[in-house]
């Protein structure tokens, strides 16, 4: 025979060639020296003083930003961050910070820094957010939900620059929260010299979407809902980091999170499924931290029928909350009895779920005038969070337990998440699965985010319920550094809330996190996310 | 051939006029107004709507709607996504690419499998062989391809580790786009990791590509039987063999080729076979392609994708049933003119 033909043995020949490929030596591996963190979402910004998602802190804070001060990954004790050190005066109205003098901010394709990090940068960085007058301060909607729900325009009086590494905060009041409040996410440093330059090309909306910090990585790219690409900062102050590059792959579904981590496309995957089956795999390790964060249920209490409290409190017995806990956090997690876990130190074992009784709900049902019961709409999140691991499930569990008391249940869930989550703050949901992750250990975080009148406007009151009473109390509980006396406050508060019942909370639930062996370094915090400092892959 | 191609370009003119129509149609029946459905500018003030009332000639009769929208088709004009405000001409082309290579490199794939099969069963006709490839090519057809997709998934992903489940390439390659096509993208890259990424994009190729071109190579066996049978039939061959040919000669030369012929002209129709079995393929391996953005469009009842997709998609079918005819042609003069040889 005297033609060759291409035969199917010969492409089978030639494909493997390809594949198998010629160099091998494993050092040169790009993969070797590179992270992949399969994350759950995608990032809104780039800047954490501008949300309070978890999914964007995750993704931003610890990365790229640094803080004047931070929390002890170990025990949540505040230690130095940017400023070595800091004095507060006796009646803790004056807080001055001395600065390191040697901290480099990155330098990147669109921004070379000229000078290290001095005063300058911190009073910007705060200012941008208290000032309204300030050029920066309207650049990305003027809403930065954390410090605003903190009310810290009102608590500062001024920030001074003493000199090039001394900066003074002068407080209206004295603020017991107000530490705690500035190692949180939000309180990144940002860059001066950047934010001027970015004035001078006219391109002011790129400081929170081309993001310049201190922290140990640098941004390199972003596919709008596809990755994130970090490189390591390699005059990261407190040393170079390891790695060669940091990916972000967003991979919103659970189970295609979970089948990329076996496949060996990622190398940690968040908010994982099949705890057992991951415990099983040799190669992988199952992680979890008890977090600062609860789940709820919670009542657009500006709509009927939930702007009538009894109405709110029927359906806090209607609830069957430990059903839940088995099958939504299947055991892991702990019944919420108050809106802050049992580990803050504001918690009160006189504060106790609401039981669990049909009887008593269809009373206060009839009592309200709703004996027939009614048909509502119920918004359950598109995304698992540590506070509601699947909240689809959750919402069935409560139409199936809302049926009994004749109330008919529409669930909600097809938006995308940030669609979701503005489409809530604006009030067009009648009652929400949410949760909230804390942000620094203060228990003044639960309060005054969720529920206060203030954080209605800036969208982390999802369930409209403004009560002065209550807002008076968490104020007064700012006032004083006494513990036991803000304790007693936050207790009235935490009264109030089973009272009025704006929202339900369901559990208080561990964040867990699966990786392969080969990843070594403490990752998870309790509070405020991840962190990949220090992280490394062998 | 001048008769041959007016024919296709006069079925390519009614064939795009229906098309346009069932789109422009589709933003009346849509829910919502039917000029956001169309433009997609959800976000519009009272303003800039009027102008775009105005621009799409909404104040006059449905024939002129209709011509105005035409006319913003051809400039490449789909309106914007709902989902993610960006045009949807470029949400497209950004697109198109990968589902245009995980296609034919499935349809290259199907063809120098299933057509060389097929020839084997068809020279074996009635004997174990035979009868065994018709069985595969049975099984192979029948097979769902999502199921086929998951299991891949979860044998050769998930227990084995062997091969991705999921994308084009390994996040870790930063690859220029350039063509879109990956592997073309990487071979003009340069990139210290060349080579590595080359590797692993075409890692990434072998599952979906295997899923989607299974169902093809199935038919592309049976048809290159049946064809090789039809020519090992007729009477130049049994000229040959009189001749005193061998039968390998009688294959490579006579055979192969006439039946080849047969097969490409079928290689066209299933080619929309080929790329709706891409678009479920593409949301089981997460491929960065069209089906996949319009399967999720849907979702995300995003409308004017939906009336994009739905265009690009079946013009670009269309373009590829139109070049495959052409060549059909090109290889076989009985094709382009029918007075010959009869």
């Known amino acids: 025979m005297a033609h060759f033909t291409l035969t199917p043995p010969y492409y089978l020949a030639l494909l493997l060639l390809v594949l198998t490929g010629c160099d091998s030596n494993e050092a040169l591996y790009l993969s070797k020296q590179s992270i992949i963190y399969c994350s759950e979402g995608a990032p809104e910004s780039f800047n954490p003083q501008t949300v309070t998602s978890g999914t964007t802190i995750d993704a931003t804070a610890n990365q790229l930003y640094n803080r004047l001060i931070e929390f002890d990954p170990a025990d949540n004790s505040i230690i130095p961050g940017i400023a070595k050190s800091w004095h507060v005066t006796r009646d803790r109205k004056m807080v001055t910070f001395y600065l390191h003098k040697d901290i480099q901010f990155h330098q990147t394709s669109y921004f070379t820094p000229t000078r290290l990090l001095n005063a300058d940068d ?64 939000s309180a990144v440093i940002l860059s001066k010299e950047y934010a001027d330059q ?113 109405v709110r409190k029927a359906l806090s017995y209607a609830i ?22 049992n580990s803050s130190w504001a918690y009160d074992s006189s504060i106790t779920s609401q039981e669990y009784s049909i009887a008593k709900a269809q009373k206060l049902l009839t009592e309200a005038g709703y004996s027939e019961g009614f048909t509502m709409d119920l918004w359950a999140m598109p995304v698992q969070r540590a506070y509601n691991p699947n909240a689809i499930t959750m919402a069935k569990l409560i139409q199936a337990d809302l049926q009994k008391v004749g109330i008919k249940v529409e669930i909600v869930s097809d938006y995308e998440w940030s669609t979701f989550l503005r489409k809530v703050s ?21 309060f005054s985010t969720l529920l206060s009148c203030g954080a209605i406007a800036t969208g982390s009151n999802r369930t409209f319920w403004c009560n002065a009473k209550f807002d008076q109390l968490i104020q007064s509980a700012l006032q004083t550094d006494n513990i036991n006396i803000r304790k007693a406050y936050y207790l009235k508060a935490l009264k109030l809330i089973n009272d009025e019942v704006p929202l339900i909370p369901i559990a208080h639930s561990k964040r867990y996190q699966a990786r392969a062996k080969n990843i070594n370094g403490k990752l998870l915090r309790s509070i405020g996310g991840i962190d990949f400092n220090g992280v490394t892959k062998n | ?45 009272p303003e800039y709507l009027e102008a775009l009332a105005h621009e799409y000639h909404q104040q006059e009769g449905i024939l002129s709607q209709y011509f105005s929208y035409l006319t913003h088709l051809f400039h490449g004009d789909m309106g914007y996504s709902m989902t993610s405000q960006l045009p949807i001409t470029s949400e497209i082309f950004n697109r198109l690419p990968a589902t245009i290579e995980l296609t034919c490199v499935a349809l290259l794939v199907a063809m120098f499998f299933g057509i060389p099969v097929g020839f084997v069963a068809a020279i074996y006709h009635r004997k174990v062989p035979d009868n065994f490839i018709l069985a595969i090519a049975m099984i192979g057809y029948s ?25 084009q390439i390994s996040l870790l390659f930063e690859i220029k786009h350039v063509t879109g096509l990956q ?12 080579w590595q990424a080359f590797q692993d994009a075409s890692r990434h190729l072998i599952l979906p590509v295997i899923v989607v071109a ?19 039939d007729t009477h130049y061959i049994k000229a040959a063999k009189a001749k005193g040919l061998t039968f390998s000669q009688i294959i490579y030369r006579h055979g192969m080729r006439n039946a080849v012929i047969k097969v490409i002209r079928d290689v066209g129709l299933q080619f929309a076979n080929l790329v709706t079995i891409a678009m479920v393929t593409e949301v089981i391996f997460s491929w960065p392609g069209i089906g996949r953005w319009l399967i999720e469009s849907i979702y995300q009842r995003d409308y004017t994708a939906i009336q994009g997709g739905l265009i690009v998609l079946s013009t670009f079918i269309f373009i590829v049933h139109i070049i495959i005819d052409f060549v059909y042609a090109a290889l076989n003069p009985l094709a382009r003119e029918p007075h010959h040889g009869t």
Request: charged letters at 15%.
């Open chain 1, 320 to 341: 069957n909350k430990q059903a839940i806990l088995e099958t939504v956090y299947t055991g892991q997690a702990e019944i919420a009895n108050g809106l802050i876990p």
């Open chain 1, 426 to 446: 604006e009030g067009e949901h009648q009652s929400v699965l949410l949760g909230w992750s804390a942000d620094h250990p203060d228990p003044d975080n639960f």
């Open chain 2, 143 to 167: 097979i769902p391809v999502f199921w086929l997709g998951m299991l891949a998934i979860l044998v050769f992903s998930i227990q084995l580790g062997w091969l991705p489940s999921a994308g």
């Open chain 1, 122 to 185: 911190i009073v910007f960085s705060f200012n941008r957010m208290l000032d309204e007058s300030h050029q920066y301060h309207a650049v990305s909607g003027a809403k930065y939900p954390f410090f605003q729900n903190a009310q810290f325009a009102e608590l500062i009086e001024s920030i001074e620059k003493i000199n090039d590494h001394t900066v003074r905060f002068r407080l209206s009041h004295s603020d017991s929260s107000f530490l705690a409040n500035m190692g949180s996410n």
């Open chain 2, 1 to 45: 051939m001048l008769i041959f191609t007016l024919r296709r370009l006069s079925l390519f003119f009614f064939t795009m006029l229906l098309l346009t129509i069932l789109s422009f149609s589709l933003s009346f029946l849509f829910p919502g107004e039917q000029l956001i459905n169309l433009t997609g500018q959800l976000y519009a003030s």
């Open chain 2, 183 to 194: 592997l073309v993208d990487i071979l003009l890259s340069d990139s210290e990791y060349k």
């Open chain 1, 198 to 310: 970015l004035v001078a090309r006219d391109a002011m909306a790129d400081i929170d979407m081309l993001p310049i910090g201190t922290g140990p990585f640098k941004f390199k790219q972003y596919s709008s809902g596809a990755f994130i690409r970090y490189e390591p900062h390699t005059d990261y102050w407190r040393g170079k980091p390891q790695l060669k590059q940091l990916v972000f792959d967003i991979s919103p579904r659970d189970t295609s999170r979970l089948i990329k981590l076996l496949a060996g496309e990622c190398d940690i995957i968040a908010y994982p499924i099949a705890h057992e089956k991951i415990k099983q795999h040799p190669n992988l390790i199952l992680e979890s931290v008890t977090s600062f964060n609860v789940g709820y249920f919670g009542f657009n209490t500006s709509k009927p029928p939930f702007n009538d409290p009894l």
């Open chain 2, 214 to 232: 299974l169902a093809p190579a199935t038919i592309f066996m049976r048809l290159a039987r049946s064809a090789m049978l039809e020519v090992l």
